[in-house]
């Protein structure tokens, strides 16, 4: 029996692999519905995503796989996003007139001359090459100059990890906004030209009618045709021999169940994952583990009487004095996502459970998001007709600075089973995307699928994509 832990779009990705070659397959998902991050919420015939969550991929496989599922309800979507700073809402990706006349003619002189000067010092630092950058503030002021990084990219990442940018790694902000620059923004603005390799400046992208959790829904449907899933159950335990995993127990809504194990893919946290091993991992991989944490989410979803509040996808919020990192308006996604002449926002939260934010009351969040979004001028008091706060734990590895370290120790030990895979977000501790997250489950079930079409051959640990 092949055992995929976890429903996300990891575990999904897997476990489509597996199910259309015809092998013996068990998904388990602890929720009640699989998607995980990727899955949409439905309440009180509104409709919304665990944050807002866009398709885009360079892998042509993948982009006909998920044509193939929706067809024609998946839609291709304008992006129109902003950043709220010192009152006014400036463009992103960065357009250079709106900066302009956003941000005064002074910041923007400071902007461009600080940029000029970090590209004059490059030569002179080491090989003229990033080896030299260990964290987020270097990164960013290497490649956007330091005033912008202190309007922008300083409180709202502070905002989003919870330290300051000198012990965030600055492999995070290099993976997701891989050879942005202000050089190449201001090229992009200024040529008007798409930039196909850079997903950070991207203007349009694929979501679906019903919103992202239909490509679950559909994954999860094919899957059902040959094999077998388990929500709202939970793994407990799983019993190992050293170099095998060998048999997982499971708790579903019917009772307790045991299966055999000759393959297991796992894409839950990895505290989730080595705390149910049995026997336990050794004291220096626990140890090493405790060093490793993640970044939660916090929801909090107002229902508007009225048509439309925004006319944008995404909208972030670096100020300090607001307490949410980001929103969104479902409906300027697709006009499905809310009830005719009706619209909801998602707010972010970002916050760990040590956070006063985490301990704070549905009815205190949601008083503090309503306050702060009808003083911006987005709706008034009598149009709030609902609100929902969601918790979500485990939403971001952080990468501080020495992540990758422990992180090793970890893998290490992990590696030491023949017949255990990695993958997705959580499961292997990597700031993945949603395109990524599929990749990698179907690339571990591939992997799974070649070792079974052969007596006997190298095995390769698959971790990330």
């Known amino acids: 029996m092949i055992v995929v832990l976890g429903g996300g779009l990891a ?45 885009l991929t360079d892998s042509e496989e993948l982009r006909s796989l998920i044509k193939g599922l929706l067809g024609n309800e998946l839609l291709t979507v304008r992006r129109r996003s902003k950043i709220f700073i010192n009152g006014k809402y400036i463009d992103y990706p960065l357009r250079p007139l709106n900066a302009l006349t956003g941000l005064g003619p ?31 503030e270097q990164w960013v002021v290497r490649n956007f100059g330091r005033r912008i990084f202190e309007l922008y990219f300083r409180d709202y990442s502070e905002k989003v990890w919870g330290r300051d940018c000198s012990e965030i790694s600055k492999e995070w902000i290099s993976q997701r906004i891989n050879g942005l620059s202000l050089g190449s923004a201001l090229k992009e603005a200024m040529l008007k030209r798409k ?5 950070t400046l991207t203007d349009e992208f694929l979501y679906p009618s019903h919103g992202i959790g239909m490509i679950a829904d559909r994954l999860k449907r094919a899957i059902e045709d040959k094999a077998r899933i ?19 127990a499971i708790l579903t809504r019917e009772g307790l169940i045991r299966s055999e194990v000759d393959q297991l893919v796992s894409t839950i946290p990895l505290h989730a994952l080595l705390d149910i091993m049995r026997p336990a991992p050794p004291a220096p991989v626990v140890e090493a583990l405790e060093r490793l944490s993640y970044r939660h989410l916090i929801l909090v979803t107002l229902f508007l009487e009225r048509d439309q509040a925004t006319e944008l996808t995404w909208l972030y919020f670096p100020d300090k004095d607001l307490p949410f990192g980001r929103l969104h308006e479902p409906k300027n996604w697709s006009p499905y996502m809310a009830p005719e002449g009706r619209t909801h926002l998602v707010v972010e939260f970002f916050c760990s459970e040590s956070d006063g934010l985490w ?75 949603m395109d990524h997250a599929l990749l990698s489950g179907m690339k571990a079930a591939s992997e799974i699928l070649r070792q079974n079409g052969t007596k006997e051959g190298s095995r390769k640990q698959c971790f990330l994509v």
């Open 106 to 136: 002074l910041n923007s002189v400071f902007m461009v001359a600080d940029y000029l000067k970090e590209k004059l010092k490059v030569p002179f630092i080491g090989d003229g090459s990033d080896n030299d950058i260990l964290n987020l």
């Open 195 to 199: 930039n196909k390799g850079m997903r």
């Open 359 to 433: 301990s704070m009351s549905d009815e205190q969040l949601e008083g503090i998001t309503m306050e702060a979004l009808r003083g911006l001028g987005f709706f008034k008091s009598s149009e709030v007709m609902d609100a929902l706060t969601m918790r979500i734990k485990n939403a971001y590895p952080i990468f501080d600075l020495a992540f990758r370290e422990n992180l090793a120790v970890v893998e290490d030990y992990l590696k030491g089973f023949k017949n255990l895979f990695i993958v997705g977000r959580t499961g292997s501790f990597s700031y993945l995307n």
């Open 11 to 55: 575990g999904l990705g897997a476990g489509y692999t597996l199910a259309g070659s015809g092998v013996s397959l068990l998904l388990i998902e602890k929720e009640p519905s699989v998607g995980g991050l990727s899955r949409t919420v439905h309440h009180r015939g509104f409709r919304f995503d665990l944050g807002g969550h866009r398709f």
């Open 230 to 248: 388990l929500t709202d159950s939970s793994v407990f335990e799983i019993l190992h021999d050293g170099e095998m995993v060998r048999e997982v």
